[in-house]
């Protein structure tokens, strides 16, 4: 009996799309995150130093990665709900 036959059975393109999907979307999630954590940290160092121009910066960084953040586990989320 060859091995050939049960290659047949796996889908080798939509493998493919999961595993490209998933590393992207895993790069985003990561992105996003640490954009976050990193406007977080430059408001907190910046407020404290009293500079208030780059605080606000850093906070809009911060919120922009919040955002981003919440979007992707929500297509994630919905993507997995509804196929």
Same mark, same amino acid.
């Given at each position: 009996?060859?091995?050939?036959?049960?290659?047949?059975?796996?889908?080798?393109?939509?493998?493919?799309? $999961?595993?490209?999907?998933?590393l992207v979307?895993?790069?985003?999630?990561?992105?996003?995150?640490?954009? $976050?954590?990193?406007?977080?940290?430059?408001?907190?160092?910046?407020?404290?130093?009293?500079?208030?121009?780059?605080?606000?910066?850093?906070?809009?960084?911060a919120?922009?990665?919040?955002?981003?953040?919440? $979007?992707?586990? $929500?297509?994630?989320?919905?993507?997995?709900?509804?196929?």
């Amino acid at each position: 009996m060859s091995v050939l036959p049960f290659a047949t059975v796996v889908d080798w393109e939509a493998l493919l799309d $999961a595993a490209v999907a998933s590393l992207v979307a895993g790069i985003v999630v990561t992105l996003a995150a640490s954009l $976050a954590i990193l406007g977080a940290s430059t408001f907190a160092d910046a407020q404290r130093e009293e500079r208030y121009g780059v605080a606000a910066l850093g906070a809009a960084v911060a919120v922009i990665g919040l955002l981003a953040f919440a $979007a992707a586990i $929500a297509a994630g989320l919905y993507t997995m709900i509804n196929g």
